[in-house]
Nanobody, 120 residues
């Protein structure tokens, strides 16, 4: 099973940018679809962006045009570039990895999260 460690969460001013990283280990990174999710205080976890093992991306409507997800299979790392951040995006950001195995089960792994705080 893959293990995930996020980094890059910081305090940033509204309108600023951050890049989050998620380093994977313990399995073949390139076969996993990867994603970023976030959970704000008092709210449910929500999808931010995903990227398949073939590099196809998908974004939540709220972040389209401002966030970019990418992956570097040689470094076993997925990134989330976040621009024009607003205070409502203060949250713990989680990395997710998933793949379908031969018997049809979906294997899912989560990182521990990294806190992004956007000040107004």
């Amino acid at each position: 099973q893959v293990q995930l460690v996020e980094s890059g969460g910081l305090l940033v001013q509204a309108g600023g940018s951050l890049r989050l990283s998620c380093a994977a280990s313990g399995s073949i990174f390139s076969i996993y679809a990867m994603g970023w999710y976030r959970q704000a205080p008092g709210k449910e976890r929500e999808l931010v962006a995903t990227i398949t093992n073939a590099g196809m991306t998908n974004y939540a409507d709220s972040v389209k045009g401002r966030f970019t997800i990418s992956r570097d299979n040689a470094k076993n790392t997925v990134y989330l570039q976040m621009n024009s951040l607003n205070p409502e995006e203060t949250a713990v950001y989680y990395c997710n990895a998933n793949r379908v195995v031969s018997d049809g089960r979906i294997l899912i792994a989560w990182g521990q999260g990294t806190l992004v705080t956007v000040s107004s």
